[in-house]
């Protein structure tokens, strides 16, 4: 089913727009495209300032104004908003926000949005935590509230990719290539451990980037002393004799129990004097692989969900997110890449990501199966 025409909304009314949760590059991408496409069909826009906790303290920031030219009165940008697309990080600010778990805490946000003639929706850009929140909004407030995935975890639901994944890989393979510089020169071992809280999303796409010689990730579901063999066996490999190797570079999701600087431990005890000379080393990347400029591709993303963001608004669709890329069965949009997926539907999805029944949590994993002898090479 494709999307309707734009329904009316009132004059007078502004699109809300906030970013929530862990920041990701491409939000500021977001925002810019979704204030653009609101100011060219004559509508402002509102920044929420701070995530749900501005929406709850009504922390509210003009992103567009009026302007009269010489074909008649306009609504425009504001600078910078237009300046900001390029940026890392969110110029809107962002939160995590406990109080907004339940109806209680996010009474204020309701009684807010509901008030009468100020808002014609609300787009939350975020993870899971924040588009649970969409959710619950979309339940209980009078206009129609709507998702964006952006999150470098590449765990939400219904989208192949969310906004800022692929700035998040490209640090990753920046700097790991850096660490393999260093590694080499001194024929080292290293752990490198990257965000992703539950999903391993960014360790094993990072691992093939970099053609790491293994890739730790807690889908693979080991326990620790499976997890320390796997290490062991990849540096062992790596540095037999004849290999002539240089470096091992071993990349870990967060998400794996075991502590990089554990890990290390068990892995030096267990090689022992095995291979004289060589050192392991630990680098956990942690929240630089949060930041930076957004690539071409996350700009790119938040600029068609943007677009796709403003148009559901004003068809009066609620409890949706645009998705990229995302399974069979979403609504189509003008745009081949993105369709519209409930809420609910999409918070399922990302749960099923995570505990492992998902079908594309099942190939990611079948897929660096397939590879494993293949990086230890
Ligand atoms: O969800 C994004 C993320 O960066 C995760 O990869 C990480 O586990 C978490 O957020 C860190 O959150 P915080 O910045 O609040 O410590």
Redesign the pocket.
């Known amino acids: 089913m494709a999307q309707g025409a734009d329904r009316r909304i009132e004059p007078g009314r502004s699109i809300a727009v906030l970013t929530s ?2 920041d990701a590059p491409g939000m500021n991408a977001a925002v810019r495209a979704i204030t653009k496409v609101a100011a060219s069909r004559g509508i402002h826009v509102v920044g929420v300032v701070g995530g749900y906790t501005g929406l709850r303290d009504g922390a509210l920031r003009a992103l567009t104004h009026d302007v009269s030219t010489p074909s008649g009165p306009a609504v425009v940008p504001d600078p910078e908003v237009d300046a900001a697309g390029s940026l890392g990080g969110t110029v809107l600010g962002s939160a ?1 926000e406990p109080r907004f778990l339940t109806p209680e805490g996010r009474r204020p946000a309701v009684a807010l949005l509901s008030e009468p003639g100020r808002f014609a929706g609300l787009i939350v850009i975020g ?1 899971n935590g924040s588009l649970a929140g969409a959710h619950a909004l979309a339940q209980e407030c009078a206009v129609p509230v709507v998702g964006m995935p952006a ?3 590449n765990d939400v639901g219904c989208s192949s990719s969310a906004i800022g994944v692929d700035t998040a890989l490209n640090t990753i393979v920046d700097a790991c290539d850096k660490i393999c510089d260093t590694a080499r020169a001194h024929r080292r071992a290293f752990v490198v451990e990257v ?3 539950d999903c391993g999303y960014l360790a094993m796409a990072g691992a093939i980037a970099v053609g790491a010689d293994a890739v730790l990730f807690r889908e693979q579901g080991r326990g620790e002393e499976a997890i320390v063999d796997a290490a062991v066996r990849a540096i062992r490999g790596a540095f037999e004799q004849g290999r002539g190797k240089q470096r091992v570079l071993i990349l870990k999701a ?1 998400g794996v129990s075991v502590p990089c600087t554990r890990l290390v431990r068990l892995v030096e005890d267990r090689l022992g004097a095995e291979l004289p000379g060589v050192d392991v080393r630990a680098t956990v990347l942690g ?1 630089l692989v ?1 930041g930076g400029n957004p690539s071409f591709q996350d700009r790119m993303i938040a600029g068609r969900l943007g677009l796709a963001a403003v148009a559901a608004v004003l068809d009066g669709a609620t409890d949706v997110m645009l998705g990229w890329q995302g399974p069979a069965g979403g609504v189509a949009t003008g745009d081949p890449a993105v369709s519209r997926y409930p809420l609910d539907e999409v918070l399922r999805q990302s749960a099923a990501l995570v505990d492992g029944t998902s079908a594309v949590t099942r190939r990611r994993v079948l897929m660096m199966e397939q590879v494993e002898g293949v990086l230890g090479l």
Do not use: F
């Open positions: 949760g862990g995590r993870g999150s470098i975890d965000m992703g809280r967060e929240h949060r």
